[in-house]
T-cell receptor, first 110, second 112 residues
Framework: GIQVEQSPPDLILQEGANSTLRCNFSDSVNNLQWFHQNPWGQLINLFYIPSGTKQNGRLSATTVATERYSLLYISSSQTTDSGVYFCAVGRLGGGNKLTFGTGTQLKVEL | ETGVTQSPTHLIKTRGQQVTLRCSSQSGHNTVSWYQQALGQGPQFIFQYYREEENGRGNFPPRFSGLQFPNYSSELNVNALELDDSALYLC???????????FGQGTRLTVV
C-alpha cells in the first residue's frame, strides 16, 4: 500500500514563529487532506488539497502531486496551534479510504 | 448542517466482551469509514460502508464488523475484545468517491 511520511516528528516553537511541516507519499494520489488533532482526539479539517495551493488565515498548504509531497505552513504561531498535525492521502479505486502519516507533534510555547 | 457525531465518547470493557460504537454521518454524506488510532500513532483504516454494504476493508480480523443503516448512520462492532483493542475509534463521513472526509470526535475504548 501507499506509504506516507511526515517530518519533523516533533517541533517546538516560540509563539510568533513560523514553521513548515512536510508530507511525502510513495505513489500518486487523488485525495490529500491535512488535519489538526486537538487534545481531545478530534481531527479538525485544515485543507483538502490534492494539488495546488490554498490559504486559510495564518495557515497555507501546497501539494506538488507530480513530486509526491505536500507542505503545511503555519505563520505567526499561537499556543492554540499546539497538537498533532496529520497528513492523509487517498487514491482512486480505494473508495475514500485515507492512509495517514505518523504525524508531527507541535508545541508552541510563550 | 449537522456534523459527524459518535457515541459513546468513552467506554471501558473487559477482555472477551463485545462492544458496539455508533456514528451519525454528516448531512448529505452517504459513505462512512471507521479508523482505529492507537496511542502515539496515526489512524488506521478499518473498513468503509456505502449503500449499506462494506466497501473496502483494512488489515483487521473478522471480529471487527459493521453495519450501515438507510439513513447512512453506522455501527462498529468488536467481538472478543483484546487488550490491544484499546484505542481511539474514529468515524469519518464523506460522499462516495474521492471527496473530503470529515471526522467525529471519536470514542475512546479501554479494554481491561
Amino acid at each position: 500500500g501507499i506509504q506516507v511520511e511526515q517530518s519533523p516528528p516533533d517541533l517546538i516553537l516560540q509563539e510568533g514563529a513560523n514553521s513548515t511541516l512536510r508530507c511525502n507519499f510513495s505513489d500518486s494520489v487523488n485525495n490529500l487532506q491535512w488535519f489538526h488533532q486537538n487534545p481531545w482526539g478530534q481531527l479538525i479539517n485544515l485543507f483538502y488539497i490534492p494539488s495546488g495551493t490554498k490559504q486559510n488565515g495564518r495557515l497555507s498548504a501546497t501539494t506538488v502531486a507530480t513530486e509526491r509531497y505536500s507542505l503545511l505552513y503555519i505563520s505567526s504561531s499561537q499556543t492554540t496551534d499546539s497538537g498533532v498535525y496529520f497528513c492523509a492521502v487517498g487514491r482512486l479505486g480505494g473508495g475514500n479510504k485515507l492512509t495517514f502519516g505518523t504525524g508531527t507533534q507541535l508545541k508552541v510555547e510563550l | 448542517e449537522t456534523g459527524v457525531t459518535q457515541s459513546p465518547t468513552h467506554l471501558i470493557k473487559t477482555r472477551g466482551q463485545q462492544v458496539t460504537l455508533r456514528c451519525s454521518s454528516q448531512s448529505g454524506h452517504n459513505t462512512v469509514s471507521w479508523y482505529q488510532q492507537a496511542l502515539g500513532q496515526g489512524p488506521q483504516f478499518i473498513f468503509q460502508y456505502y449503500r449499506e454494504e462494506e466497501n473496502g476493508r483494512g488489515n483487521f480480523p473478522p471480529r471487527f464488523s459493521g453495519l450501515q443503516f438507510p439513513n447512512y448512520s453506522s455501527e462498529l462492532n468488536v467481538n472478543a475484545l483484546e487488550l490491544d483493542d484499546s484505542a481511539l475509534y474514529l468515524c469519518a463521513s464523506s460522499q462516495q468517491g474521492i471527496t473530503e472526509a470529515f471526522f467525529g470526535q471519536g470514542t475512546r475504548l479501554t479494554v481491561v
